[in-house]
């Protein structure tokens, strides 16, 4: 787009020419022709001025008419002349032309404001893709350098790898080599040392003829006496017969040994098949059972089932003593199953437990925390009712303690009226026992006083016959049957006393009665010169004491005989 | 019985009281008692002379006499009535009836480290043979010593042959340049052979378990490899590194105490005891923390036999324990424990370890370092003892009483009992 410059009027009518043969001849877009239309600047007023005046003066005004007329007549307008003969004007056609020219003008003017606008927009386009052009070519220019430096290594790294194998294909060259060198030269040192042993043997056997040879004057092994054989028995000659029970021997020794060996492998495998049921055993129970999930396990299920089936034949045959490959192949495939089962079963879980973990946790969150928040609910309300059963029983409480006063009257007669009852009732219990108790009391009393009576009696007795008996010890020989016979005499007497005394007595009073007559014969062999009331005294205390160490089932005796010992 | 240039000296064994003393011709070189005690050979390799002596009856001689012949080795056989001496150069073993009188000779016996083998029951014994650059193993009944069988073995150089306790099994191993070891049972006939690698050093030592259960095969390569008496094959193998890692395995390390002297109780002139203590230095066990790393020592190249590998296996008598000793570390004892199969201790020493042997009756270990110290492992811990007594007594070797209840310390010169007391229970 070259630049449009004032120019002056015959330059511009010469110039207007080339741009209309320019026009005319190129035939270019409307656009570029309007553009180039346009850069006809638009001439300040002055240059119009000036330009109009240029253009057309008082002397060419035919002249500019005339071309004006042509240049119209050119573009396409009506002749400015009114008739196609003379110099007159037509004025409106002018005026027409004008007209037209002016709103030519202002397309034009519009045109061009586009065209520039258009314009500065593709320069503005223009440099951006510059921009861009320029950044890409230095990014291809990396890239490129790049990827030349990456093949460059990747040759360094392909050459050295080469370099590598072939040193390592070198090295197995080597290698090999070197096996070869040490196997021939293993098998020329074996022949090398076969030909010395060889020679060293011929020079072996040599010796041997000479030291055989030479005889020996001595003899080789002088022994004192023979010695004999360290178990006992006798050198037998060498036979054939003895030869073959070597070799008998022989054989027993290595068979019990594998016989051995053999129990020691059965007791193993007995054991290992034990622990081959248990383990099957302890698998079946891990494994859930088929009625809970049927869908799931069905597969499983019929396998079980299989299993079962297998299991209870299994079970049937005497595992231990058959010991054929069928029954230990079941065995070791009824245990990979089930192991497998188990496997699966586990991995189920597992799956289970990391779904659950993932994606279904937060409804199991609120699920839970739902029961949670229900049973808490629970809980306060079982708890909100305890504590009013508590409030009314306090209540209660309070009102029985703070009640109205006829009430508590009432209610406490009724208790006091109870407990009277009761202290009543007890209370003549307890004087029927009291009662009961003197008449007891007296009873025992007046059998205390008889006896008191009848011990002064027997006492008084007793001494008359000690006096008897003294007086007659003097004249007679002292007859230990006497002291005997009053005493047994006297026991009689006690016994038929104290049975009368205690008439349905129990047989131990009757024992501690007979224990207590022991003790007589020895106050009777006590001083003889003896006053019966001491006697009776010691007697009392000896039956006191006698009492003493026998059973507490005489306190009634004892109470007895204090009394007595009161009354007295 | 202990012999001392040509008098051998027979002392009881627990109150070391000189019972008998007899006096050879020559100088001793090796002696044996007969499997009854009864009796005991007295062997003079250099005039080739073994002379008997027997216990009960002190006026009681024999003299076997191998003449020209030469006497190289000499042993009892399990009976206790016949005696097998080696000649020289190998060139027959002759056997000695005691009883008969009377001799038979085994050709072209195998010169190598066990070529004759008695089994534990001294019913059989399997010798060694190598005729026409072939290797044969001989069974003989020990009774009358008829030939039972006789048959070839596919090893290049037989190295040795053992007995499994029970009897019924015979292990033969090849030299250390062949890995192989063949197993045959009693009839002859081949039951298994193994085969770990092929080129590198091969068997340095074998064992077998007590209870014929397991063969311990150590090697070259540090390793030990166990064989399993059903199958004939592999079960494990155990390393040797230098470095122990495992946090399972208890490390017992020998350290030395400076003896603490109270200055208090000096005196002058210093007792013989108290100088003693202090120039011995007194040594404890401690344990160490897991990792440790074991002194490796790296062999000469370029030498044959060189102090590589596991050059000794011992089981101990209850089948639990398995002990070894690997010569690239010559200062530590490995233990490990048979049932589980794992390495349960290692013993560091501050010297290079000498003999160790198991006790007969119980899982108890004497090692001795050629220090003046013996040194016993038991599963219930393991403690050091000092051989009390003036200058230093350098344990070479040791031997258990075959009770348990003492072990004789031998040093170069002397030796002495170790007696051990039995916990009241």
């Known amino acids: 787009m070259g630049d449009w410059k004032t120019i002056t009027v015959p330059v511009l009518s010469s110039d207007s020419k080339n741009i209309l043969q320019y026009t005319s001849e190129r035939k270019i877009s409307p656009t570029s022709m309007n553009s180039q239309v346009l850069h006809l600047p ?63 003008q202002h397309k034009n003017l519009r045109v061009q404001e586009e065209v520039e606008m258009q314009h500065l927009k593709l320069g503005s386009d223009m440099d951006h893709l510059q921009n861009c052009y320029a950044k890409l070519k230095e990014q291809l ?45 293993a098998t020329q040192y074996n022949h090398d040392m076969k030909r010395k042993e060889r020679e060293y043997n011929k020079l072996k056997e040599r010796l041997h003829q000479l030291v055989m040879n030479k005889k020996d004057k001595k003899l080789a092994m002088e022994v004192l006496n023979y010695v004999g054989r360290a178990d006992g028995k006798r050198g037998a000659w060498r036979t054939d017969k003895t030869e073959a029970r070597n070799e008998e021997e022989m054989y027993k020794v ?128 079982e708890i909100q009712q305890c504590k009013e059963m508590i409030k009314t029983q306090q209540q209660l409480l309070q009102q029985q303690l703070t009640c109205d006063d006829d009430t ?20 003549r219990l307890f004087r029927e026992q009291k009662k009961n108790f003197e008449k007891e009391r007296k009873s025992f009393t007046e059998a205390a006083i008889r006896l008191g009576l009848e011990r002064k009696a027997f006492e008084e007795d007793r001494g008359a016959w000690l006096k008897h008996q003294f007086l007659s010890m003097t004249a007679d020989c002292k007859h230990s049957e006497n002291v005997t016979s009053p005493s047994a005499f006297l026991r009689s007497k006690y016994l038929v006393q104290i049975m009368f005394l205690h008439g349905s007595d129990q047989d131990n009073r009757l024992a501690k009665s007979a224990s207590w007559q022991r003790k007589p014969p020895s106050v009777l062999s006590a001083p003889v010169s003896a006053e019966p009331c001491q006697t009776s005294q010691c007697i009392t205390q000896n039956s006191v004491a006698s009492e003493k160490p026998a059973a507490d089932n005489m306190p009634n005796l004892w109470v007895e005989s204090d009394d007595k010992e009161e009354t007295e | 019985a202990s012999c001392l240039q040509h008098r051998l000296v027979v002392r009881d064994a627990s109150s070391l009281q000189i019972l008998q003393l007899y006096t050879c011709l020559d100088q001793i070189q090796y002696i044996e008692w007969s499997s009854d005690s009864l009796f005991v050979l007295c062997a003079m390799y250099k005039r080739g002379i ?10 009681w001689h024999c003299k076997i006499d191998e003449g020209s012949a030469g006497l190289v080795a000499s042993c009892w056989s399990p009976d206790g009535r016949h005696i097998l001496n080696t000649t020289e150069f190998h060139l027959r073993i002759t056997v000695w009836s005691l009883c008969t009188k009377s001799v038979s000779y085994i050709k072209y016996p195998k010169a190598c480290q066990q070529g004759v083998a008695f089994t534990k029951d001294g019913r059989y014994v399997a010798v060694a043979e190598r005729r026409d650059c072939k290797d044969f193993i001989s069974i003989f009944v020990c009774n009358n010593w008829q030939l039972l069988r006789h048959f070839d073995t596919d090893t290049q150089d037989l190295f040795g042959i053992e007995w499994a306790p029970n009897g019924c099994v015979l292990a033969a191993w090849d030299t250390c340049l062949e890995y192989k070891v063949l197993l045959y049972s009693l009839d002859g006939r081949l039951l298994s052979s193994y085969r770990a690698y092929e080129w590198p050093l091969g068997i340095k030592s074998i064992a077998w378990s007590p209870s014929s259960q397991f063969l311990a095969v150590g090697s070259f390569d540090e390793k030990v490899r166990i064989l399993n008496h059903v199958t004939w094959k592999k079960i494990t193998e155990f390393d040797h590194p230098a470095t122990i890692a495992s946090k399972k395995t208890i490390v017992y390390k020998e350290v030395e105490k400076s003896p603490t002297v109270e200055t208090e109780r000096l005196s002058f002139p210093p007792t013989r005891a108290l100088a003693s203590s202090l120039f011995s230095t007194q040594s404890k066990y401690e344990i160490s923390q897991v990792p440790v790393s074991l002194q490796y020592v790296k062999p000469v190249a370029d030498r044959a036999n060189p102090k590589v590998g596991v050059g000794m296996l011992a089981f101990s008598a209850d089948n639990c324990f398995l002990a070894t000793k690997n010569d690239n570390i010559p200062n530590a004892v490995w233990i490990w424990d048979i049932r589980k199969l794992k390495l349960s201790v290692v013993l560091e020493q501050l010297c290079t370890i000498q003999c160790f042997q198991w006790d007969p009756s119980q899982p108890r270990l004497a090692v001795c370092t050629g220090s003046s110290r013996v040194y016993l492992w038991s599963p219930a811990g393991c403690v050091v003892v000092q051989v009390p007594g003036e200058g230093d007594f350098q344990i070479v070797s040791l031997s258990w009483h075959s009770t348990g209840d003492s072990i004789v310390l031998l040093s170069k010169e002397n030796f002495c009992v170790c007696y051990l007391e039995r916990e009241e229970v």
Not at chain 1, 413 to 426: A, G, H, I, S, T
Request: charged letters at 35%.
């Open chain 1, 141 to 185: 220019e990396l890239s490129k350098r790049e990827i030349v430096g990456l093949q460059e290594r990747d040759r360094q790294l392909q050459s050295k790898n080469r370099n590598l194998h072939q040193l390592l294909k070198n090295e197995k060259d080597e290698v090999q080599k070197l096996q070869n060198i040490i196997s021939s030269r």
């Open chain 1, 254 to 381: 290595l068979l019990s040994d594998y016989e051995q060996r053999q129990k020691q492998l059965l007791l193993e495998n007995a054991e290992l098949k034990k622990v081959l049921q248990q383990m099957k055993k302890d698998i079946i129970s891990l494994l859930p059972p088929q009625k809970q999930k049927p869908k799931e396990r069905s597969e499983d299920g019929l396998v079980l089932s299989d299993l079962e089936e297998d299991i209870g034949e299994l079970n049937k045959e005497n595992m231990w003593e058959l010991s054929c490959e069928t029954v230990r192949e079941q065995l070791t495939n009824s245990i990979r199953k089930q192991w497998r089962m188990l496997k699966n079963h586990v991995e189920k879980l597992d799956n289970q437990v990391s779904r659950g973990h993932s994606g279904v946790l937060n409804e199991k969150d609120v699920i839970s925390r739902e029961d949670h928040e229900l049973e808490t609910e629970k809980l306060e309300l």
């Open chain 2, 50 to 59: 073994v002379q008997v002596w027997s216990l009960e009856q002190p006026d």
């Open chain 1, 408 to 427: 508590t009257l009432l209610l406490q007669d009724c208790y006091l009226l109870e407990e009277r009852e009761r202290l009543q009732e007890e209370w």
């Open chain 1, 42 to 104: 638009l001439p300040s007023s002055k240059n119009m001025h000036s330009f109009f005046s240029a253009f057309c003066t008082e002397e060419n005004i035919e002249q500019s008419i005339s071309y004006i007329d042509r240049e119209l007549t050119t573009l396409g307008f009506p002749s400015i002349y009114a008739e196609s003969k003379g110099k007159e004007l037509n004025l409106v056609s002018i005026i027409n032309c004008m007209n037209e020219l002016l709103v030519l």
